[in-house]
């Protein structure tokens, strides 16, 4: 008998270790974390199983594949977008063709299993694109079928593999003779810039905001590389948990889409530099926009319209702006570089 396991790529990404904390939490015993890098030590012990190696690997694909039966599958491999930029292809190569391989897996998984196999994907707003700041202005909250040029590889790559999983769903080997009954369930979530108090996120090009209320907490200087006006939304780390945990969990029935806006609160630059300063009054923050990573954010939305998520499958953040930079950022981060007890992400 194969051993049954949920599958985590991206383990010990920012997501991954969250995602991982909290589904250990939860009671789960049989956590497979795959990453290209060695986990961090602190979730290992919450993981049955952790393999370091590379999702373009395709032997590694098929010793999952014959080692192991994954209902459930959490893909959270990826470069970021900022990151993807210096090595576009190298961004294509992880982000779409890992993507592939995984849903081949998941499909060969389903056959096996006779029953379609969960596969949860968190996108991002960098699959918007809007042309230029006249237009992100009057755009106001993107729907998911608006504004869908990505002006990143990130961005593209993201989008293109909601496409993969939307086919791999609903009409993988279309022609064949005998249609494969069970295939991917695949459901993706578009997130915001993403704020953890635990760690700091690399190659992404929302981290003005994590990176600033670190540096503040550390006592760094710290220079934004965006304008003070330029606005996107974020949202706190657990309720990125939470929003994949409740859509993984949602009967199929209930869901009307594949792809979901989530989100939470939108500020400015500047209004971020408030909060952080409200907690830490002494801190150094300067703006030295780069043009470029500039025109990245610029080409993303100001705010995400998710009430497809909110009636579909009951999606509501537990943090909105107030919360949490008082209740969940700032004590954790506190804590955190104070030396005092460490805590974990899913404690809030
Ligand atoms: N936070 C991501 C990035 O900046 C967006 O998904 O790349």
Same mark, same amino acid.
Request: with cysteine; net charge neutral; hydrophobic share 40%.
């Given at each position: ?11 010990? !990404? +920012?997501? !991954? %270790? ?21 986990? &961090? ?6 993981? *049955?199983?952790?393999? %370091? ?31 993807? =930029? ?22 060969? *998984?389903?056959?096996?299993?006779? %029953? ?12 918007? $694109? ?19 040029? &990505?002006?990143?590889?990130? $961005?593209?790559? /993201? ?43 690399? $190659? ?14 550390? /006592? ?10 330029? #606005? ?9 948990? /939470? ?14 889409? *594949? ?11 500047? =209004?971020? +530099? ?11 923050? #300067? ?13 993303? &939305? ?24 008082? =209740? ?6 506190? *804590?955190?570089?104070? !030396? !005092?007890?460490?805590? #974990? =992400?899913?404690? /809030?």
């Amino acid at each position: 008998m194969r051993k049954e396991v949920v599958l985590v790529t991206g383990a010990g !990404g +920012e997501m !991954g %270790q969250a995602l991982i904390r909290r589904l250990a939490e939860g009671g789960a015993r049989n956590i497979l974390a795959l990453d290209v890098r060695p986990l &961090p030590e602190a979730i290992i012990p919450a993981c *049955q199983i952790a393999i %370091q190696g590379d999702l373009l690997d395709t032997n590694l694909i098929d010793r999952l594949v014959a080692e192991y039966s994954i209902p459930r599958i959490f893909h959270l491999a990826a470069l970021l977008s900022t990151r993807s =930029e210096y090595t576009p292809e190298a961004a294509h190569h992880v982000n779409v063709d890992g993507t592939l391989h995984l849903l081949k897996l998941a499909v060969d *998984q389903a056959s096996w299993l006779g %029953q379609p196999v969960k596969f949860i994907f968190p996108s991002s707003i960098a699959v918007f $694109g809007l042309p230029d700041r006249e237009t992100k202005a009057s755009a106001g909250a993107v729907k998911e079928w608006a504004w869908n040029n &990505p002006a990143t590889m990130y $961005g593209c790559n /993201k989008l293109y593999a909601e496409h993969l999983g939307r086919y791999y769903s609903l009409h993988y080997r279309q022609l064949a003779a005998e249609q494969p009954r069970n295939t991917v369930d695949f459901r993706a979530i578009r997130f915001p810039g993403l704020i953890s108090a635990f760690t700091v996120p690399s $190659g992404g090009t929302s981290d003005y905001g994590p990176e600033m209320l670190h540096a503040a907490a550390q /006592k760094q200087p710290y220079a934004c590389f965006v304008r003070e006006d330029t #606005t996107m939304p974020f949202m706190a780390m657990p309720d990125a948990i /939470k929003a994949l945990l409740l859509l993984g969990d949602a009967p199929r029935e209930a869901l009307s889409a *594949q792809i979901y806006n989530v989100t939470s609160f939108s500020l400015s630059a500047r =209004e971020f +530099e408030a909060e952080v300063r409200r907690a830490f009054p002494e801190a150094q923050i #300067t703006f030295e926009p780069d043009r470029r990573r500039q025109g990245i954010v610029d080409s993303w &939305p100001v705010d995400m319209d998710d009430s497809r998520a909110r009636r579909d499958w009951g999606w509501q953040p537990d943090y909105d702006l107030r919360r949490a930079f008082d =209740e969940y950022l700032i004590p954790n981060i506190r *804590q955190q570089y104070t !030396g !005092g007890k460490q805590t #974990t =992400e899913s404690k /809030k």
